[in-house]
């Protein structure tokens, strides 16, 4: 479908990207939970970024979900999306999955809501770090990888949103997701060109 006129602008990729593993959590991937997936397939694509983000020295963050004492933390969110209860406290489910998991010097910012952005510090520590660029990876996309993009453009970092790195739980969401993205908020970026972006940064970034 093609875009409407004075949509899709084109927003280009800065020379101090982080990348930025959202809520890629067992909840998501493993049989049975009311997150499931139908696949795992960002899962991999997600790996890929991230092992060429860490050759290039790119900062990584992570982003899990977790809520204190019967998710008062979670606010009417919690009402609204019962089956966020399961993620309250030390849950198996709350746990990274292995392939993007976080290694001891990454940072995992602890969120309650949608966006990575809202009531956490990945702002302000994201311009300690001079990042221009947000790499936006996981799950799922109209949710949580909307909800950052938009945070993203609106904190003044440029947001791509890696296409095979990110999924949802229904194809068509998916896709209407990515294309509302793309339309105004994001730039939607394939696999091949985030890659070779982040390699061909160097150590420098």
Do not use: W
Not at 14 to 31: N, Q, S
Not at 155 to 170: I, M, T
Not at 173 to 193: F, G, I, R
Request: hydrophobic share 45%; glycine share 8%.
């Amino acid at each position: 479908m093609p875009f409407a006129e004075g949509f899709a602008g084109s927003l280009s990729p800065g020379a101090r990207p982080a990348v930025l593993v959202v809520d890629m959590m067992r909840a998501y991937f493993e049989p049975g939970s009311p997150f499931c997936l139908p696949d795992d397939r960002c899962v991999h694509a997600a790996a890929e970024v991230l092992t060429a983000a860490r050759a290039s020295g790119v900062p990584v963050l992570h982003t899990l979900v977790r809520y204190g004492p019967d998710g008062v933390d979670g606010g009417v969110f919690v009402q609204k999306v019962p089956a966020l209860r399961l993620l309250i406290g030390e849950s198996p489910l709350g746990e990274p999955m292995p392939p993007v998991a976080p290694l001891p010097d990454e940072q995992v910012v602890v969120k309650q809501y949608a966006s990575a952005f809202f009531g956490t510090s990945l702002a302000s520590t994201l311009q300690s770090l001079r990042v221009d660029t947000l790499v936006i990876l996981g799950v799922s996309t109209s949710g949580c990888i909307r909800a950052t993009a938009v945070d993203a453009l609106q904190h003044g970092f440029v947001p791509l949103v890696v296409r095979e790195a990110v999924g949802d739980r229904e194809p068509a969401v998916h896709e209407a997701s990515l294309y509302d993205l793309q339309a105004k908020y994001a730039e939607v970026v394939p696999l091949t060109d985030t890659t070779a972006y982040l390699s061909g940064l160097g150590t420098n970034t």
